[in-house]
Nanobody, 122 residues
Framework: VQLQASGGGLVQVGGSLRLSCAISGDISDLNSMGWYRQAPGKQRELVATITSRGDSNYASSVEGRFTISRDSAKTTLYLQMNSLQPEDTAVYYC?????????????????WGKGTLVTVSS
């Protein structure tokens, strides 16, 4: 499974960006897809996730401003980011989790894309 994130860039406070993540490979055992970010000097943190059923979850810091979505084929993941603030500046990563089940054993495998930099200037 390979992921390629794109869409980052420089934007002013209050602006918008839409990130995309192109996904290739076998994700027939898809569990969830998500966006994470890592700001300079900080740990990587969850931004938003969406399950294989379409249920979404957001970090409280982006709730109401960001929207995660995907295409029907589950080959592209999106993150619409509105009302961007300087604290949203970070490298954004997309991730896919697949879960394989063998009898009673479930194994999760995470695949990460290379990040895309979002810089919000004031």
């Amino acid at each position: 499974v390979q992921l390629q994130a794109s869409g980052g860039g420089l934007v002013q406070v209050g602006g918008s960006l839409r990130l995309s993540c192109a996904i290739s490979g076998d994700i027939s055992d898809l569990n969830s897809m998500g966006w994470y970010r890592q700001a300079p000097g900080k740990q990587r943190e969850l931004v938003a996730t969406i399950t294989s059923r379409g249920d979404s979850n957001y970090a409280s810091s982006v709730e109401g401003r960001f929207t995660i979505s995907r295409d029907s084929a589950k080959t592209t993941l999106y993150l619409q980011m509105n009302s961007l603030q300087p604290e949203d500046t970070a490298v954004y990563y997309c991730k896919v989790r697949v879960t394989s089940v063998d009898y009673i054993w479930a194994t999760n495998t995470d695949y990460w894309g290379k990040g895309t930099l979002v810089t919000v200037s004031s």
